[in-house]
């Protein structure tokens, strides 16, 4: 039995799914009983929650693998790592960890963070496996969309930088097939998408798709925290993505090369693919109506 955590999320929700089309069992980990209402159909729900260690042991009676992701918060390390206790604790046999690109070389920001948990589930008798996804197609619609409905533009401190963007729902079925085991026990996979974009040729990608002006404006880092925090954005938030854009910056997201493929057996989802599904998403609201 398979575990799947984070089920609400952007990526567990995928890797759900993708687990449901091979047949394996499997059931969903929810915080609450309304996030598990939106569970697929016939899926089995538990609900647990990451800091509560006995929610945990009943989240895992009868399962030998999990799936483990966390949201981007302050606490990922603590909450993953009592995860990954109560796995030691359940017998589970196998970890998928949901970590990010750059955890092999960045100490900072969300990789930095990541890093800590892989160290200490390596450091178990527990078999695993480590994800490491670079930035996903969804994230132009969660960051981007905003303001290019309002302003028919996206701002960012990323100059010429280029990110292989992937799809949440191509590491959803990686980690489906990293769950099954096997050969993949004991690797990690950093996962890049099938091209690497600036940001300018992300604006030329969603103009075309969304029929309307788009541009990228780059501005200095200083100017993007401001609007962050003119946003409500907390500190931590602020610094922490900060941080990642200077990985970014100094070249580090964009790399091109055939793992995600060969997990996949098929070609990866490009980004043209996602703006010509989700192209309504950056028009205004009175032309998407």
């Not at 939106?38 to 538990?46: D, F, H, K, L, R």
């Not at 970590?99 to 969300?110: E, I, M, R, V």
């Not at 079925?173 to 099938?194: C, F, M, Q, W």
Request: overall charge negative; proline content about 4%.
């Amino acid at each position: 039995m398979i575990l799947v955590t984070g089920a609400s999320g952007t990526v567990g929700r995928e890797v759900l799914l993708a687990v449901e089309k091979t047949g394996q069992s499997a059931k969903a980990m929810y915080r609450s009983a309304e996030d598990a209402r939106n569970a697929p159909q016939g899926v089995p729900t538990i609900i647990a929650d990451f800091a509560d260690a006995a929610s945990l042991q009943n989240a895992l009676r009868g399962v030998d693998t999990v799936y483990l992701v966390c949201s981007p918060i302050p606490e990922l390390v603590q909450l993953e790592s009592n995860m990954v206790d109560a796995c030691v604790q359940a017998g589970v046999n196998h970890v998928v960890l949901n970590s990010a690109l750059g955890a092999g070389d960045y100490d900072k920001s969300f990789p930095g963070w990541h890093r800590q948990v892989e160290d200490k589930l390596r450091a178990t008798r527990l078999a695993w496996t480590i994800l490491r996804p670079n930035s996903f197609h969804q994230n132009t619609v969660v960051y981007f969309a905003p303001s290019i409905r309002a302003q028919g533009a996206f701002y960012r401190s990323l100059g010429n930088a280029k990110l292989s963007y992937l799809d949440a729902r191509d590491v959803g079925v990686a980690a489906a097939e990293a769950l099954a085991g096997g050969n993949h026990i004991g690797k990690v996979y950093e996962l890049n998408g099938p091209e690497a974009l600036t940001s300018s040729e992300v604006a030329e990608k969603i103009a075309k798709h969304s029929g309307r002006p788009v541009k990228y404006v780059d501005i200095p880092m200083e100017a993007q925290r401001k609007a962050m925090l003119d946003q409500g954005l907390p500190e931590w938030l602020i610094a922490a993505e900060l941080d990642l854009q200077q990985y970014y910056v100094n070249g580090r997201g964009g790399d091109l090369d055939d793992v995600l493929e060969a997990l996949l057996g098929r070609p990866a989802i490009r980004l043209d693919e996602y703006l010509s599904e989700n192209k309504d998403a950056f028009r205004s609201h009175a032309a998407g109506a």
